[in-house]
T-cell receptor, first 113, second 115 residues
Framework: AQSVTQLDSQVPVFEEAPVELRCNYSSSVSVYLFWYVQYPNQGLQLLLKYLSGSTLVKGINGFEAEFNKSQTSFHLRKPSVHISDTAEYFCAVKNFGNEKLTFGTGTRLTIIP | GAVVSQHPSRVICKSGTSVKIECRSLDFQATTMFWYRQFPKQSLMLMATSNEGSKATYEQGVEKDKFLINHASLTLSTLTVTSAHPEDSSFYIC???????????FGSGTQLSVL
């Protein structure tokens, strides 16, 4: 079975500063990896995904993530955050051939003006 | 625009009543739909997976008689919370896929409050 660990439950960052949200996963087979963002009282919106190919994945809103197979990580980064980035961020993993997504516990990103 | 529509966005009901939540795929055929439950400040927990025309597969610990799922067509799945109680109060989210790995879309969620 796969699992996802998001070590940081809350990350406060000053506006225009860089941010990294950490995600580590565990799986016995090859995986697909995802980052989702959730704004208050809303569903999830896909930020980016890694399916195959280049390990550096660029997503929407200036976010990017790097797949590191040896460290089983998929950390999310943004070089300069904005107030509008305040939200909950979820890392998720899906095994090849399995439609189920397993989510991490989420990281609340708070941008400080 | 949204490709998965979830309705209602918010519902308040009395204890003992049943509530139905709809999840529709708007411009694709959803062969598989997922239902999640999310408690405040927690992650999404998968409740069940439903494939069109067949019975839903429930995750361990989820009562199938309490959370009835119907996936009668390729564009509609419903979750009915039967005889709701205050502990069923939660945020429920559906997602739908047409099968391709990257084509998974989420609804906007339903906040259920049981008084």
């Amino acid at each position: 079975a796969q699992s996802v660990t998001q070590l940081d439950s809350q990350v406060p960052v000053f506006e225009e500063a860089p941010v990294e949200l950490r995600c580590n996963y565990s799986s016995s087979v090859s995986v697909y990896l995802f980052w989702y963002v959730q704004y208050p009282n809303q569903g999830l919106q896909l930020l980016l995904k890694y399916l195959s190919g280049s390990t550096l994945v660029k997503g929407i809103n200036g976010f990017e993530a790097e797949f590191n197979k040896s460290q089983t990580s998929f950390h999310l980064r943004k070089p300069s955050v904005h107030i509008s980035d305040t939200a909950e961020y979820f890392c998720a993993v899906k095994n090849f051939g399995n439609e189920k997504l397993t989510f991490g516990t989420g990281t609340r990103l708070t941008i400080i003006p | 625009g949204a490709v998965v529509s979830q309705h209602p966005s918010r519902v308040i009901c009395k204890s003992g009543t049943s509530v139905k939540i709809e999840c529709r795929s708007l411009d694709f055929q959803a062969t598989t739909m997922f239902w999640y439950r999310q408690f405040p400040k927690q992650s999404l927990m998968l409740m069940a997976t439903s494939n069109e025309g067949s019975k839903a597969t429930y995750e361990q610990g989820v009562e199938k008689d309490k959370f009835l799922i119907n996936h009668a067509s390729l564009t509609l799945s419903t979750l009915t919370v039967t005889s709701a109680h205050p502990e069923d109060s939660s945020f429920y989210i559906c997602s739908a896929t047409g099968g391709a790995e990257e084509k998974l879309f989420f609804g906007s969620g339903t906040q259920l409050s049981v008084l």
